[in-house]
Structures are given as structure tokens and as C-alpha cells.
């Protein structure tokens, strides 16, 4: 997933709805970095308005110090704040060389890991609207029909999980509009996508594989075991240096030895953590034995 602030459909001050002032913009700034961990630079005022507007309007308040007033007692507003200013770019089998590194070089082991009566996971974090765990399952899966049955039957299981409910009810529904889904290499989508309309739907099968869980990365991680792979992919680039270090610490921790975690084509391992990690490929890192 890439987490981007969109600059579109931005409104200039003369034609404001709500009244707006500088002090409104650094309160939301605070909040979005407390909640998200994302930095919103000043020329973001506009966009600030332009996103969260909608929301004032739909709360029936007369101006964003009362918007903001209630995103201090209401959760769930806060958390529809956070999400309003963000927008998740994402697709199928993006950045293919490392699912290909996956099913080439990883996969085997694992397979025969379950084979032998071993747990596998696999964790999507940042997996916005499911593009991406359900390119693994697919990846995974190839054009083997009976595998995601036979992984069903063994203990393997992939968590995706995002900070926006929104993106999530999509991933969770496996249905796609065919614009997007065309990206499925055809060998794939001809198997594990069924038409419907204008949209295709992801089989059932591979849709029991995933759990889909709400989770803000710099909150608690409920998760008590190690994965034995973390797909975290243009998510960490709107960070900043602290908040990253952090997150790779927790990645390692929450890593297996010999595990792999997969970044994005933009992001690099730093802080401590990477001194965790040997380069396996382009944004491709496996644990050290410590």
C-alpha cells in the first residue's frame, strides 16, 4: 500500500464553508501524527479543509474548532478524521519481483514447514482495500486449484490489517472493479476471479485464508507469536525517522530468525533494526540469527 496525501479537489479561502484558521490546521496536524504517524507539512492547509469539511458537514457542526472540539470525545470520529486525509494507492501483484521471490524462494521451505505439522504466517500490514494479501494467496496458489483447500486443512493463515475500517469492509468484500482487476496476470484471474457485472470476486477459498483485522501500526500489537514473513510495502515513507525505527524494531521482534520482510521500491531499513537484517534482493531483507 502506498499511503499518500492527495493535493486534488483542494478549495481556496474565499469560497470556505467553515471558518478555518491556522490554529485549526496545527491541531489537526497533531492529531493525524499522534493517531497515524504521518507529518503534514503547511502547504497541506488546503487539503486539510478540503477533506475534512465533508466530515464537519456530516457531523452538523457550524465550524472545525467544534469539529475538533468533538474529534476529542468521539473515537470513532477521530478515527474517520484520520483516514478522511489519507488516500491508499494500490494494486495487484505490485511490485512483482517480490512475489516472485516469495513462490522461488521462500515458499518451498514453507510448504514443507506445514508438511511436517508447522505453523505458517504471513503478516500484510498496511494492506489497504486487499490488493496485496490476496496477490500472495494467488501467488502462492498458482494454478494449483486444490491448494488453498489443502492450506486450509494445515496451519497457515495471513493477517492483513490497515488502520481504516473503510479500505478494510472493501478487502473483506474480494469484489473488484474489472479496471482494477485486469492487473491479475490472466493465468490467475481466469481462475481465482469471478465475473460479476462490472466487478470480479475474489473465490471464497482464498478469501477464508486471510483475516482482515483493524490496526493502527503505532499503537499495540495484540499479536502474541512471530511471523514467519511481513509484507509492509510504501507505508513507511511517510513517516518520519523516529516513528520508523521504532516500527522496524517491532517488525524484527515480531519476525521469525530467517524470516523475510518485504519494503517498498522507495524505503530503506534504518535505526538499530537493520543491523537485524542480511539484503536478499531489491527491498528484500531476511532476519539475522541473533
Not at 33 to 57: D, E
Not at 126 to 135: D, V
Not at 201 to 229: C, H, R, S, Y
Amino acid at each position: 500500500m502506498t499511503l499518500s496525501i492527495d493535493t486534488k479537489n483542494v478549495m481556496p479561502p474565499e469560497r470556505r464553508e467553515f471558518e478555518y484558521t491556522q490554529k485549526d490546521f496545527e491541531h489537526v496536524r497533531d492529531l493525524v501524527y499522534q493517531n497515524a504517524g504521518i507529518t503534514l507539512q503547511s502547504s497541506k492547509t488546503n487539503l486539510v479543509y478540503s477533506r475534512l469539511s465533508k466530515r464537519v458537514r456530516a457531523c452538523g457542526m457550524q465550524s472545525f474548532k467544534d469539529y475538533l472540539a468533538y474529534l476529542e470525545q468521539d473515537e470513532e470520529e477521530r478515527t474517520r478524521a484520520v483516514t478522511a486525509l489519507t488516500t491508499n494507492h494500490t494494486s495487484f501483484f505490485r511490485e512483482k519481483h517480490h512475489f516472485e521471490h516469495l513462490v522461488n524462494q521462500v515458499w518451498p521451505a514453507l510448504k514443507k514447514k506445514l508438511e511436517s505439522g508447522g505453523r505458517v504466517r504471513i503478516w500484510s500490514a498496511g494492506c489497504s482495500s486487499g490488493e496485496e494479501p490476496y496477490s500472495l494467496v494467488m501467488a502462492l496458489a498458482g494454478t494449483d486449484r486444490n491448494l488453498p483447500r489443502w492450506l486450509l486443512k494445515h496451519d497457515f493463515r495471513i493477517l492483513a490489517s490497515d488502520l481504516a475500517p473503510h479500505v478494510l469492509a472493501t478487502a473483506r468484500s474480494g469484489r473488484y472493479p474489472n479496471s482494477i482487476a485486469e492487473s491479475i496476470p490472466a493465468s490467475l484471474r481466469n481462475i481465482w476471479m469471478t465475473p460479476d457485472g462490472d466487478s470480479m470476486v475474489v473465490n471464497p477459498a482464498l478469501q477464508q485464508l486471510i483475516a482482515f483485522k483493524e490496526l493502527n501500526l503505532l499503537g499495540t500489537w495484540p499479536m502474541k507469536q512471530q511471523f514467519d514473513v511481513i509484507f509492509c510495502r510504501n507505508v513507511m515513507i511517510y513517516f518520519d525517522e523516529p516513528t520508523k525505527t521504532t516500527l522496524f524494531q517491532n517488525f524484527s521482534k515480531k519476525l521469525l530468525t530467517g524470516g523475510y520482510l518485504y519494503i517498498g521500491h522507495s524505503e530503506r531499513l534504518v535505526g538499530k533494526a537493520s543491523q537485524d537484517f542480511v539484503s536478499k534482493g531489491q527491498t528484500i531483507y531476511q532476519k539475522r540469527s541473533m
